[in-house]
């Protein structure tokens, strides 16, 4: 796998997203910058995904702009690059292994090897799934696939939505660690939850998601 030691700033300036008539997000100001692991916490519907979407190209803002390296994603219709992003409930191709989704999506880009993926598997705990069909799969063994996926190709920016749900304390920790550790390698990470106890050991900033504001808690 190579290493890429790119860094990343986020900036999101004066985003404000409303769906129709309802306001989600209001005058939203951020910078977030590599080599730091930010949490986003808030109850369900209070515009934590909704940020993460627009970060991701997914959603357009309603006003206001996201600059990604200097770079406007949405002006330019493009992609954030070197991305892994896990957001709401993963999906994948029911029919075949976990393994098989995995190196199928490994192709698109072909930055990571089978030993690679291999490695993964084992620290997100799925290595005792991994060649079962998709379409067996519990919630737990889900979410880990998507994890899996997101971190696969060490993207230099990692966002993960609720990511510890339905995981066993044993996989959570490991996940947690890998994390840590590429915090340390100046990655850019973005966890959401509406857990404070999901990112407690791994934010260094929170951000509260309340009243369609995004408020600086640490």
Same mark, same amino acid.
């Given at each position: ?24 997000? @209001?005058? !939203?100001? +951020?910078?977030?910058?590599?080599? *730091?692991? %930010? ?8 515009? $934590? ?72 598997? @084992?620290? !997100?705990? +799925?290595?005792?799934?991994?060649? *079962?069909? %998709? ?8 979410? $880990? ?74």
């Amino acid at each position: 796998m190579k290493k890429n030691n790119k860094s990343v700033i986020v900036e999101i300036i004066d985003v404000s997203k409303h769906f129709k008539e309802v306001a989600v997000l @209001e005058h !939203v100001n +951020l910078k977030l910058e590599s080599g *730091n692991i %930010y949490g986003f916490i808030g109850p369900n519907g209070s515009g $934590k995904t909704v940020l993460l979407k627009m970060i991701c190209g997914f959603y357009t803002p309603s006003s206001g702009k996201i600059l990604i390296n200097s770079k406007n994603i949405i002006e330019e219709k493009t992609y954030p690059e070197n991305t892994g992003a896990l957001i709401e409930k993963p999906t994948f191709i029911p029919d075949l292994t976990g393994k098989e989704n995995l190196m199928l999506l490994a192709k698109i880009q072909n930055k990571v090897t089978e030993k690679d993926i291999d490695k993964i598997v @084992e620290i !997100v705990g +799925l290595d005792k799934h991994i060649n *079962n069909k %998709y379409s067996t799969y519990s919630l737990g063994t889900k979410q $880990k696939l998507g994890i899996a996926q997101a971190i696969m190709e060490n993207p230099d920016l990692i966002i993960l939505d609720e990511p510890f749900n339905g995981l066993d304390d044993a996989s959570a920790k490991s996940i947690r660690n890998y994390l840590l550790e590429k915090k340390k390698e100046d990655k850019l990470i973005i966890i959401s939850t509406h857990i404070k106890d999901d990112i407690a050991l791994l934010s260094n900033k929170t951000y509260l998601f309340e009243n369609e504001n995004v408020i600086l808690q640490k």
